[in-house]
């Protein structure tokens, strides 16, 4: 099945849906609010299934090539003791692949590269499904978390809900690592990753009240949350800057009861935003791209393409939803040597790939 798409969302998943797409003979446009590519966002982990889903589509080893892979993981105590570690060496085994670390404005460039420029309408937001319906044989809806489309479709009670956290982010130059230290505390967590560049990827996350932000006095809230952990908090704290700090409420997605309707179909966080504890949205959205690309090549009509794309991601994605849930209450589970045994009991296995 070929035709024309419109792809509502220039970021990740629609980006990986116009070229997945155009490769099969669709002629995508893209519509995307934004004036221009995004330049901010931290590391991104690539994990073996999103990097099989980029290697269909040509940028599997561009991403393996820039990114920093993950040689070690670990979880621990604010005093430092260990309360399990990730068996990276085994993902790897079962795989071929580690999780790659490269960040959003890279993979961003690079999915931007593939895609050919006349197809793209930056500072072009979407107010009207309708006419895009009629217009184009497919419309695909990448308007990320707080979805217009999603909302427009099933109504305000899929609106993205808070989940009580709130979320920093940021880089630092010169502080290369390999290894992935995640630091838990009562209902927080500081964690650390390799990125691209010679960088520390940072994050923490903390229960707070929705929209509580403190604008230029991020690193004090920072410092008073999380300045007394060990290292490598401590050192990050540190080195860190205010204007170095990103901060967002996370939201989550109510469970949908389809990924499709009409002519439409729903990708990534607009499908299926989820809580970031797994590390898994934009794989989730890069999978989700080829997978519908594929679903519509094998399948005689729009239609047909669209009810198998449905089945084959959404229980799955659905599934990976509700674990990264419980893995972001987790954290404030007591008392602490059930929480500790809990987790252990989850690296058994390895890694999900």
Known sequence: MKGTVAIIGGGIGGLAAAVALDQRGWRPTVYEREPDLSGAGTALGIWPAALRALDTIGLGDRVRTLGQPQRAGTFQRLDGGRIAAIDVAKLERRTGDPVILLSRPALLALLCEAVDPSVLRFATPVRDLD?????????????????????????????????????????????????????????????????????????????????????????????????????????????????????????????????????????????????????????????????????????????????????????????????????????????????DALLRAAMLGGPPS
């Not at 704290?237 to 109510?254: F, N, Q, T």
């Not at 080829?290 to 994605?317: C, K, S």
Request: charge should be positive; charged fraction near 25%; include cysteine.
């Open 131 to 339: 006419p895009l319906r009629r217009e184009h044989d497919l419309v695909v809806a990448a308007d990320g978390i707080f979805s217009r489309v999603r909302v427009g479709l099933f109504g305000a009670g899929w609106r993205a809900r808070y989940t009580g956290k709130t979320a920093w982010r940021g880089w630092l130059d010169g502080m290369a690592t390999e290894a992935f230290t995640e630091t838990w505390g009562a209902g927080a967590k500081f964690g650390v990753t390799p990125q691209e560049g010679d960088r520390t990827n940072w994050y923490a996350t903390t229960t707070a009240p929705e929209g509580a932000f403190s604008p230029g006095a991020e690193l004090a809230e920072l410092r008073s949350r999380f300045g007394d952990w060990t290292a490598p908090v401590r050192p990050v704290l540190d080195a860190i800057r205010e204007d170095g700090i990103l901060r967002h409420d996370l939201y989550a997605v109510p469970r949908l009861a389809s990924f499709v309707r009409h002519n439409v179909a729903l990708i990534g966080d607009a499908a299926h935003g989820m809580p970031p504890d797994l590390g898994r949205g934009a794989c989730e959205a890069l999978i989700d791209a080829v997978a519908l690309a594929e679903a519509l090549e094998r399948a005689p009509t729009v239609a047909d393409g669209l009810q198998r794309y449905d089945r084959q991601r959404r229980r799955t994605v659905q599934r990976l939803a509700s674990i990264a849930g419980a893995a972001a209450g987790l954290t404030r589970l007591r008392p602490l040597w059930l929480r």
